[in-house]
Every structure is written in structure tokens, then in C-alpha cells.
């Protein structure tokens, strides 16, 4: 009896030890996290009823250094069901992050270690996503979304007077949202809608948002960031390593 107790103990003060270690590593840290809601039943009214395509990175204001911090699986790897290239799925975050050869998900000089976080695309109403930054930095953070197959008046699947198909099934165009983010514990950010980005002939455009543009401005109807301590733990993989 007096065995177990010693062994009950034992595993009481070990549990303590590493409770006590995990919440002293977050002391001195913050971490940015990034609550998306998609409205499904505007999904669902798409073509296609897929969710849509879309990546999250942050910007560095000073350096204009950038970290994907999240890209859908089907983006990064160019992975589009037998269609060779779907270039205006997300065509700024391409463009920043392919062109020239570039890996995906960095540019600048952030360590080489540090890659860009992928996954299939999410299908829960509910996305989050978090990453580890300096306390006090300043970012911009920017998000890229396109809904395929949300064809309107104005981004019909057909003209009508061209009789010209919208060739890669797109409908409205990918929408840019951004934040502009002081990370100091306990902030909140609303990311405003910013523009519409328009890959044309090799080229990528970014454009006001348009009067043509819907339904699509409501495939997201809540993105929310919040700046806080990280959760304690005894493994991070959402610290950014280099900077």
C-alpha cells in the first residue's frame, strides 16, 4: 500500500513539474490566431457545393519579408483533378510565392527550415489557425479567397454576347482581405475587405473591389484575429524559427 502511494506521489509531483514547465515557456511569447467562419449554405448555391480556396500569410511592413502561415492543399500543390493549372484559383499568393521559382510559402529572408503549412481544404464551418511572432512585432496579415463555379450576372459561366466560357470555372473573382496587426497580448482584429485579384493572360491585377462582385463577399462572414499567449505545451510547431 505504502508502494502505490509513493508511486501516486511520484506521478502527482512529475505531472506538476511538467504543468509548471509547459506554462513557463509561454511566458514572455505571443501567438496570432485566425478564426475564419465560412457560410455553407452560400458554399452549397456554388456550382461545384466545394468549399472554397484560400491562403493566409503575413507580411512583415518593414522588410516586406512574407510567411504563408496556411495555403489549401489543392494551391500549394497544384493538385486540380486532371486540369494542368488553375492559375487564378489564388493568382496574388501565386504570384508572390511561385513566381520566379520561389518554395511556397516564403520569401525573404525567412529561415529555410520553416515551411509553409498546407492541408485539404477545409470543410467544417469553423477554421482556425494559429502562429507564433515576437511580442510587440508589426504585421500585415493578408488572406486570399476564391469560391469556384460562383457564377453571377456579371461573372456569368457563359456569355451571353461573346458566347465566351469562363474557361477555369471560376465565377467571381479571389478576394483579398487584410489586417494590419500589433501583436501585444489580448488584441483583436477585424480583417477588412481590401480587393479583388484578377490573373489575366500571364498577369496578375489587383483591382478595387468591383460592383460585380456578390455572393462572394459573404463566402466568409466572419474572420477574426486575436493576439494572445500560447496555450501551454510541452511541443510548439506554430513558432515562426527566423525572422
Not at 507580411?59 to 486540369?83: I, M, Q, Y
Request: include cysteine; proline fraction near 6%; hydrophobic fraction near 40%.
Amino acid at each position: 500500500m505504502k508502494r502505490i502511494v509513493k508511486l501516486f506521489t511520484a506521478s502527482v509531483i512529475l505531472i506538476a513539474i511538467l504543468a509548471a514547465i509547459a506554462v513557463a515557456k509561454t511566458l514572455g511569447r505571443t501567438e496570432i490566431r485566425i478564426d475564419i467562419h465560412q457560410n455553407r449554405e452560400l458554399i452549397h448555391l456554388s456550382t461545384f457545393a466545394e468549399p472554397p480556396q484560400f491562403a493566409i500569410w503575413l507580411e512583415d511592413p518593414v522588410s516586406r519579408d512574407l510567411k504563408t502561415v496556411f495555403v489549401t492543399h489543392r494551391v500549394a500543390a497544384g493538385d486540380w483533378e486532371g486540369k494542368a493549372n488553375v492559375p487564378n484559383a489564388l493568382p496574388y499568393w501565386s504570384e508572390l510565392f511561385r513566381k520566379n521559382g520561389k518554395t511556397p510559402g516564403q520569401s525573404g529572408n525567412l529561415g529555410a527550415s520553416d515551411l509553409v503549412i498546407s492541408g485539404a481544404t477545409p470543410k467544417a464551418d469553423y477554421f482556425t489557425i494559429r502562429v507564433e511572432v515576437p511580442p510587440e512585432s508589426e504585421w500585415i496579415c493578408w488572406i486570399e479567397m476564391n469560391l469556384a463555379g460562383d457564377f453571377n450576372d456579371a461573372y456569368p459561366e457563359i456569355d451571353s454576347r461573346s458566347y465566351q466560357e469562363d474557361e477555369f470555372k471560376d465565377g467571381q473573382p479571389a478576394l483579398l482581405y487584410r489586417a494590419d496587426i500589433l501583436s501585444v497580448e489580448r488584441s483583436e482584429y477585424n480583417p477588412g475587405l481590401y480587393a479583388q485579384s484578377v490573373w489575366s493572360s500571364d498577369t496578375v491585377f489587383i483591382e478595387p473591389v468591383g460592383d460585380g462582385i456578390t455572393t462572394a463577399k459573404n463566402v466568409f462572414d466572419t474572420i477574426r484575429i486575436s493576439v494572445n499567449r500560447p496555450k501551454p505545451r510541452l511541443i510548439n510547431k506554430y513558432k515562426i524559427k527566423e525572422i
